[in-house]
């Protein structure tokens, strides 16, 4: 029988409690680390996130649209990071309707005597910043424009805020010949532009490389922020520490903004081919001949933002410029071209055209970027469509819609 030496135990004994030792240093680190974390941070789990996040499922024709919900979200990032009640009060609590829309919850079916107008566009109609009331759900400036007619005299007036961020001129189109004709609006007030001029520079388009390929493919699933990678990364995340490491990993990974992905940096130009205008002249001209297909009165609206000539430092800052790879002057280049787009549509169709551009442009205090409203800029936005549609609505009655 083999015997081990004293002197032969000793080294393997001395390895296997410094194993232990380390092992033991390890737990204890980690076990610290977890104590701290659930005193310091809040749940930071994809189902938090997701919980506190607006979703999105998947559509064949849009790319996405708004999922159904009929609760009110708290997408305040200052929960996930305890610098707010989980449960007190958000400065970005947004309704989700049940139809999947943003507002209060409406009929699908037009009911008689409604006088109904839709309003497409991405984020800046979707109005992110304005904050609802679950007993007052009608916050965004086109629920404002709403309120405002009701407060006139014209209680049949129904707005549906049909803005999904980061839709295009595309998206919107899309979304009305396959959803939005069967809501039978009267109306159809398009406010495109920001989202469109992603696919000027940053995704520009050419014959080679047309939108149908610059659109990716929309996948629920996806969002690493929302969803767990594998079953070993749902375990480990009923630990608070790791899912803390995480969110921070993946927040620098992806290299998220508001809007999504920050494409990486280059040099930022002031030049742009013409097949973007060109498709977002497109894109407008057959949501204007689609609207007028079922009887209903486009209005063009051009969009309102920050970037002006006058703009100081300060308001440099706030626009996103590396979104679209434009710089200041590439910027309002395209603003002014999209506006030229407009002019020239509804010169040639004879449309009503609500120049809120020129009405807002550049005021620092009416933007918190170089699209999204604050809320006093909501406010005058909805304020301006209202007095352009009080003017527009008499003229045309729900009696004298047919379809064509």
């Known amino acids: 029988m083999e015997t081990i030496s004293p002197e032969s135990r ?42 506190h996040s607006i979703q999105y499922d998947a559509s064949a024709f849009a790319g996405y649209m708004l999922k159904p919900e009929n609760r009110m979200i708290n997408v305040d990032a200052d929960v996930l990071w305890r610098k707010a009640a989980v449960d007190g009060d958000s400065d970005q609590s947004i309704f989700i309707n049940a139809n999947g829309y943003r507002g209060p919850t409406f009929s699908v079916r037009k009911p008689s005597g409604r006088f109904r107008i839709i309003v497409v566009g991405g984020s800046a109609v979707f109005d992110a910043n304005a904050k609802d009331q679950i007993d007052s759900i009608r916050n965004t400036w086109p629920n404002k424009a709403e309120t405002i007619l009701h407060e006139r005299g014209t209680q049949n007036i129904e707005v549906i805020n049909a803005g999904i961020p980061g839709h295009s001129s595309a998206n919107s189109l899309a979304r009305f010949y396959t959803q939005l004709w069967m809501y039978e609006p009267d109306f159809v007030l398009i406010y495109h532009g920001w989202n469109d001029f992603k696919f ?85 001209e057959l949501i204007v001949s689609a609207s007028e297909a079922i009887g209903a009165m486009p209005v063009l609206i051009t969009q309102a933002t920050l970037a002006a000539n006058s703009n100081t430092e300060s308001d440099k800052i706030r ?12 910027i309002i280049k395209a603003y002014n071209r999209s506006y030229q787009i407009l002019r020239e549509i509804a010169a040639r169709h004879d449309l009503p ?25 909501s406010s005058v936005l909805a304020k301006i469509i209202a007095d352009e549609m009080a003017n527009l609505v008499p003229a045309r009655l729900p009696s004298e819609k047919t379809m064509q």
């Open 319 to 330: 626009i996103g410029y590396r979104y679209q790879q434009l710089n200041h002057a590439g």
């Open 200 to 284: 000027w520079r940053q995704l520009e388009i050419s014959p080679e490389k047309p939108l149908m390929v610059r659109h990716a493919l929309f996948d629920p699933t996806a969002n690493p922020f929302t969803n767990y990678q594998n079953w070993a990364d749902k375990l480990l995340s009923n630990s608070r520490a790791y899912s803390a490491i995480r969110l921070r990993y993946y927040t620098r990974k992806e290299n998220t903004g508001f809007e999504g992905r920050i494409p990486e940096p280059e040099m930022l130009s002031s030049d742009f081919s013409e097949f973007g205008p060109d498709q977002f002249r497109l894109n407008m």
């Open 10 to 51: 000793s080294p393997r004994r001395r390895r296997l409690l410094a194993f232990i030792s380390i092992a033991i240093s390890v737990l204890v680190v980690f076990a610290v680390a977890e104590i701290a974390a659930r005193i310091i941070l809040p749940p930071q789990t994809p189902d938090v996130l997701r919980n």
């Open 353 to 377: 055209l609500i120049d809120a551009a020129a009405k807002m442009n550049g005021e620092s205090e009416w933007f918190d970027d170089h699209v999204h409203l604050t809320t006093s800029g």
